[in-house]
């Protein structure tokens, strides 16, 4: 929702507030998308926005519910009575219910866990229990299972029945006995088939599955790769326990994303929102790698003092400091974040690593070529000096190869020593080849200046 439209949406809610229409709101919020609520609960004021939720449909309250910051969850639950969290408990899928339990204090935990009745009350330790970031974690048991021998209309039959209470119904799974799975059809083949038809006829026993333990970050890549709507989640022995569905791979990938931007700036991943952490959290989070880096830094320092002698005898060498240092630490990550990026996307594999390398080098020559050729001709304008232009143009291109080269490598080595490659990112290449810039223009202006 836009601004105009929020702030739109806004006043015709507190214009029923102020007139006390509650009847005409209650009518209006029915066609109010449950996706708008939390723009809209930001900008109303304490008591109108428990008014406006407490108008809300039984069912439209559980997604809106599902929808809300934690905050403001936690600010309704303390507002509810008894009665009132367990119709929204009751109405929420497992996993949304499991995702409450892990936002929430542990006194409005204890509250939520003495409104679920016993049954889900297992399932929901049952689910906690599952290692963070794992596809058991994040999935949901509410899924429709169906008998290979059901014909069509006995499917669509229970379907109708408890379609209702499940998280999708595009995907239903047929099980076995021991609730093995033995296929899955979608309801579009459903719709096409013959009433009589059997489901063991038309059912795609080409089932792709995930198991419980594995990385999130995987079975997001998976409803990429595979284009799925909803992922069957087993156990151990390969029985059906839980299902992802297409919004929780999103919300995996939405918060890959935030992290990997967090450590490729050189910042500790946070969950929290940013107007949500403390000053103090900020500063923790960013002031380790900054600490690193600032003293990996001093390595440049001192080989830039190592050659005060050759400054004395040409001082102008000092003034191409910054754009050598700068030019490394932008080729560097532009080949970090390529790299990065393929590997998330699993275009670039380990094995790829030599052919990767090569395709830089390659990039990197044409384009350190192109570079010394242009600040060549801009030094020899200004200052007719082609031995000066000669150190600056062979410099640039040898930074350009070992700031691509270093940013093919370290995010590749990352990989394979199992670390996130986003750690060698944009800070920590450019420090790496700050230090070699520094060092090359030197060797290079001292072999050939003869200073």
């Known amino acids: ?232 989640v087993v156990d151990k022995e390969a029985r059906l326990v839980g299902i992802i569905t297409i919004d929780d791979a999103i919300d995996v990938m939405q918060e890959e994303t935030s992290e990997d931007f967090e450590i490729m700036a050189a910042m500790t991943p946070n969950e929290e929102s940013y107007f949500k952490t403390s000053v103090f959290k900020h500063a923790k989070n960013r002031i380790v790698w900054l600490l690193v880096l600032m003293f990996s830094a001093m390595i440049t320092g001192s080989i830039i003092t190592h050659y005060e002698e050759a400054f004395s005898a040409l001082p102008i060498l000092v003034s191409f400091i910054p754009m050598l240092m700068g030019t490394g630490g932008n080729c560097g990550s532009q080949s970090s974040t390529l790299i990065i990026r393929g590997l998330a996307m699993d275009e670039i594999k380990l094995k790829d690593y030599f052919r990767a390398l090569w395709k830089e080098i390659r990039v990197s020559i044409v384009v350190g070529i192109i570079l010394a050729i242009a600040n060549g001709a801009r030094i020899m304008i200004q200052y007719h000096d082609f031995k000066l232009a000669l150190v600056v143009g062979l410099t640039l291109i040898g930074i350009v190869i070992i700031a691509k080269m270093l940013g093919c490598t370290l995010p590749m080595l990352a990989k394979k020593l199992k670390l996130d490659p986003a750690i060698m990112a944009a800070p920590l290449i450019t420090t790496v080849s700050d230090t070699c810039s520094v060092l090359l223009f030197f060797q290079i202006a001292v072999a050939i200046l003869h200073i």
């Open 1 to 232: 929702m836009n601004d105009e439209k929020l702030e739109l949406e806004i006043e015709k809610i507190l214009n029923f507030i102020e007139e006390k229409k509650f009847n005409d709101l209650r009518k209006y919020l029915e066609n109010v998308n449950s996706a708008d609520f939390p723009s809209m609960f930001e900008e109303l004021e304490d008591g109108q926005d428990l008014l406006v939720y407490r108008l809300l449909s039984k069912e439209q309250a559980a997604e809106v519910f599902a929808e809300l910051d934690s905050d403001v969850q936690e600010k309704l639950i303390n507002a509810f009575t008894d009665r009132e969290l367990k119709n929204i408990i009751d109405e929420l899928f497992m996993d949304d219910t499991v995702d409450l339990i892990e936002e929430m204090p542990s006194n409005v935990v204890k509250r939520i866990l003495n409104n679920i009745n016993k049954t889900d009350r297992k399932i929901v330790n049952e689910l906690l229990n599952y290692p963070e970031d794992s596809a058991g974690s994040i999935m949901t048991t509410e899924f429709i299972d169906l008998k290979e021998n059901m014909s069509v209309e006995e499917a669509f039959a229970k379907i109708k029945k408890i379609g209702l209470q499940k998280e999708t119904v595009y995907n239903c799974y047929v099980l076995s006995i021991d609730r093995k799975i033995k296929g899955v059809i979608d309801i579009k083949e459903l719709l096409v088939a013959e009433r009589d038809a059997k489901l063991k006829d038309i059912m795609d026993t080409n089932v792709i599955t995930v198991s419980t333990l594995e990385d999130q970050e995987e079975v997001a890549k998976m409803f990429d790769k595979y284009n799925m709507y909803a992922l069957p």
